[in-house]
Every structure is written in structure tokens, then in C-alpha cells.
């Protein structure tokens, strides 16, 4: 039968301050236990897993071989898995793994995570990293800005307006209707584009700030094919946005019906743009 060591705990530091070995084994020992490993495999690939106490033990006991399931060692209660937990946490400095209880939280504290379908019917929350946590706004804005490019920072600046927050934190539409967004949050000096930025040096006297007005003035024309075709292209060099920050911009084609020089109408395929954003710290 799966016996777990979690009760044999050593001794820390000597008295002069020294870190014991046996107690590196021990908490190396924890970390190699069944049901560390099956909370640490639930949450592997999404980073984040919610639900209810029930079936939070329920995962674990699947992901464990029968023996240990059958063992009076094993945590068959959320409080004796959340000690468990606990054991190793203290133990290990820089464990990115941690579990939430919504109930036991303040609201100041729920304020700092962003993670659909946690609450009261699904109180408990397993987190990896910061997955399930607000980014913070004002520190992608500077990751941005290292860029040199203001389309990236209109697309940020976009994101915090009342409107795309009204929108479940998502926008979608034409080519023409993306350029308009752009063009209304491009960041100008003094106006949308904040003052701390100019820690990084920028200033209205400097690049980019000298450009943004004619660069802007780029972007809104689409007067011709060529136009769009140069926005296409300055699209794609957005798509980093999907892992550098945590802002998404993706686009596919959709039907759509065009007037011929007859007056006809034919259909066609159009492309279409979906940002989504987190809400942001």
C-alpha cells in the first residue's frame, strides 16, 4: 500500500543555519508523490482549472493508480489535499503551482484574477504561474513601447476603452472598421499615449512620437488596393501580440456580397478581424 512521507519531516537547518540534505530529499520526495503529480497534470496544458471541491478530488483520484486511491495516506478531502499543498508550498520557494478557495478570499484580492466561470458554484481554483491573474496594463504598455511601433500601442490603447469593455472584452469587424479603431486610439503625445513613457526616453521631439501623426495618416488611407494590401502586411507584423502580451488578434474570411460595374451583386469573401483582450490591472 502507497505510504506518503509528508509526515517525516526533517529537521531544516543545522544550528548554525545550514540547509539539512535530508530535508531537500524530503521536499524533492513530496514533489515526486502520486497526488502532487495528478494536481500538477490537471492544469499542465490550460494553466488554470476550476470547480467545485467534489470534483476537484474526483480529477485527482482518476489521475492516481488504484493503490493509492485505496490508501489511507492519500488526501480524500479538499482541507487534507489544501494542507497537503500547504507542506509543499512553504517547503519549496518558487512553486508556481497554487490552489484557491473563492469563498476564503476578500474582494481586493479577487479583483487581482480574471478567470471565467470561477465563483461561488465553482469556488476552487487551481492555478499555474499567473495564469488566472490580471495583467497589468501600464507593464505591457512598456513591452509595447520597446517596439517602436504605434500600431501595437493603438492596439493596447484600444483595448481599455469603456466600449471594448462592453463587448466581453472582444472587438470584431471589417478591414475599413479596424482602421477607424486604430485611427481613433492611436497614441499622439499628451492625448492617449501616457506620460510615464517617456521614462523610456520618448518624447514629442523624438522617434516615434515625430512620426505618429504621418504614420497614422498612412494607416487611415485605403484608397486604393495597394492600401490594403500594405495594411495586410503591417497586420502580420502584429501577430506577436498573441505571445508577447495578452492580446490576440486573428482574422478569417467571410462571405460577402459586392456590387459589379453592372450593378449586380456577386458574392465574395471579406476579411474579418476579431481583437481580444483580458481586462487589465
Not at 483520484?61 to 508550498?89: G, T
Amino acid at each position: 500500500m502507497w505510504k506518503s512521507v509528508i509526515r517525516d519531516y526533517p529537521e531544516k537547518q543545522h544550528e548554525q543555519g545550514n540547509t539539512i540534505p535530508l530535508y531537500n530529499e524530503w521536499v524533492e520526495e513530496l514533489l515526486r508523490e502520486p497526488w502532487f503529480v495528478a494536481l500538477r497534470d490537471l492544469v499542465r496544458w490550460p494553466g488554470i482549472w476550476t470547480g467545485t471541491e467534489e470534483q476537484l478530488m474526483q480529477e485527482i483520484r482518476l489521475r492516481v493508480d488504484r493503490e493509492v486511491w485505496e490508501s489511507e495516506d492519500l488526501p480524500s478531502e479538499p482541507q487534507k489535499l489544501m494542507e497537503y499543498h500547504e507542506a509543499i508550498y512553504f517547503a519549496r520557494s518558487g512553486l508556481n503551482l497554487e490552489i484557491f478557495d473563492y469563498s476564503e478570499l476578500k474582494k481586493k484580492d479577487l479583483k487581482e484574477f480574471d478567470v471565467p466561470g470561477w465563483g461561488p458554484e465553482a469556488p476552487i481554483l487551481v492555478e499555474q504561474g499567473l495564469v488566472g491573474r490580471r495583467p497589468s496594463y501600464n507593464e505591457v504598455m512598456f513591452e509595447l513601447a520597446k517596439y517602436e511601433n504605434p500600431l501595437l500601442l493603438a492596439f493596447l490603447i484600444s483595448t481599455d476603452s469603456p466600449k471594448f469593455a462592453r463587448n466581453s472584452r472582444q472587438w470584431s469587424g471589417s478591414t475599413v472598421e479596424l482602421v477607424k479603431v486604430l485611427g481613433a486610439y492611436y497614441p499622439t503625445p499628451g492625448l492617449n499615449c501616457p506620460i510615464y513613457l517617456a521614462h523610456l526616453g520618448w518624447s514629442s521631439d523624438t522617434r516615434p512620437f515625430a512620426f505618429y501623426r504621418h504614420d497614422c495618416n498612412k494607416l487611415l488611407d485605403l484608397s486604393c488596393p495597394s492600401d490594403f494590401c500594405q495594411f495586410y502586411e503591417r497586420m502580420r507584423t502584429c501577430a506577436y501580440l498573441r505571445t508577447e502580451v495578452a492580446i490576440k488578434v486573428s482574422w478569417e474570411k467571410v462571405p460577402w456580397m459586392v456590387k459589379d460595374s453592372e450593378g449586380e451583386k456577386r458574392p465574395t469573401k471579406r476579411i474579418r478581424w476579431i481583437i481580444e483582450a483580458p481586462r487589465w490591472s
